[in-house]
């Protein structure tokens, strides 16, 4: 492994409060390709190598396995645990009353951790698909969002933060619509907002909506998921590495197409969290956060090549009536009921 890199060349996002956090992650969802023991062994060489925020959830089936990890580096002197920022999600099976309070209970258990740092409602939603499912399947108990069930499971998400279990509470895969409904019925603001975010499918809107409201943009899918289950596949998608201006400044910087995905991302202002297993490009992706920028030119080559390609289309938690995936996103800018 390469020599460890000095935080305080990596730049920082500032959170509601004045904290700041490293620019980048690392994802640690295995998709169906990669087991605990290898998402875990790759958070213990990320930490090792200077990675200080760790993007967990409770249904990527892994976190007890980083919570040895987490022990480790904590007892070998890797890091204090201050200086690690954790983050994790309730799934959409433990939306009920109490069960978002239990699900965290269990994630600190696992992680080994007395508070999570920041933690996030996975999806706005209580539809439920078992890890590993098909894409074709469905739950039958699978409905639209709604606004009160929403608040319900938020209300317990403040209360974590109320009895020092959390330090943040976040939303993730939300539409303006969405958060336009239920922003002004939280007590305790998100600070984050985890969204898809790549060259292809850059969501302005949602992006400069969660930016005017002091929410922080985290990226999911940073460089198009090349690694994603086979259910979010479809033949529309676009592979980020081969977009014309990523193509472009890759040559011009003789980097990997997916590192000039990442530069962006960053110099754009929200913070990606790239998974990988590979020594060689997680040492990569956060070493090139450091080095090399990419012009005004660039990134505004990189702006104009939005494809509006959403990778994650959500469609395993449609209801009955639906009409398709786009249901869940309200693209005609009303929620869908």
């Known amino acids: ?17 004045g904290e700041q ?25 990320a930490i090792k190598y200077g990675y200080r925020l760790i993007d967990c959830a409770s249904v990527y089936q892994n976190e007890a396995q980083i919570g040895q990890v987490f022990r480790r580096v904590f007892a070998e002197g890797v890091v204090k645990r201050e ?17 978002v309070i239990a699900s965290c209970e269990k994630s600190l258990e696992d992680l080994g951790l007395s508070q999570i740092d920041l933690y996030f409602v996975h999806w706005p939603f209580p539809n439920y698909h078992a890890p590993g499912c098909s ?7 699978s409905r639209p969002f709604s606004v009160e069930e929403f608040m319900g499971t938020w209300r317990q998400c403040e209360a974590l933060v109320d009895r020092g279990l959390v330090r943040y ?26 969204m898809e975010l790549h060259p292809s499918f850059q969501q302005p809107e949602l992006f400069d909506y969660a930016v005017s409201h002091n929410i922080l943009p985290i990226g999911y899918c940073p460089i198009g998921s090349p690694s994603r ?38 110099q754009r202002g929200q913070v990606p969290i790239p998974f990988s297993v590979k020594e060689a490009q997680y040492i990569s992706n956060l070493h090139c956060t450091v080095c090399d920028p990419l012009t005004d030119q660039e990134m505004e080559a990189i702006r104009k090549d939005d494809k509006g390609c959403r990778l994650v289309k ?21 929620i869908t009921q």
């Open 21 to 45: 956090i490293p620019c980048m992650g690392l994802g640690t969802f295995g998709s169906d390709k990669y087991g605990a023991d290898k998402v875990s062994e790759a958070v213990f060489g």
């Open 314 to 334: 959500g469609q395993v938690f449609l209801w009955e009536g639906a009409k398709g995936w786009e249901d869940l996103w309200d693209l005609d800018g009303r």
């Open 83 to 99: 200086e690690l920022f954790v983050t994790s999600k309730v799934w959409n099976d433990k939306h009920g009353e109490g069960e």
């Open 135 to 141: 894409g074709d399947a469905r739950n039958p108990d």
């Open 229 to 266: 289950p086979e259910r979010d596949r479809t033949e529309e998608d676009v592979a980020d590495t081969e977009l014309p201006s990523v193509a472009a400044a890759a040559k011009a910087h003789q980097v990997h197409p997916a590192v000039v995905c990442l530069k962006w991302a960053v």
């Open 169 to 194: 509470i976040g939303m993730s895969n939300m539409t303006v619509p969405k958060l336009e409904a239920v922003l002004p019925l939280c007590r305790i603001q998100p600070a984050a907002l985890e």
């Open 1 to 17: 492994m390469e020599e460890k890199l000095e935080q305080s060349l990596i730049p920082k996002r500032t959170l509601p409060g």
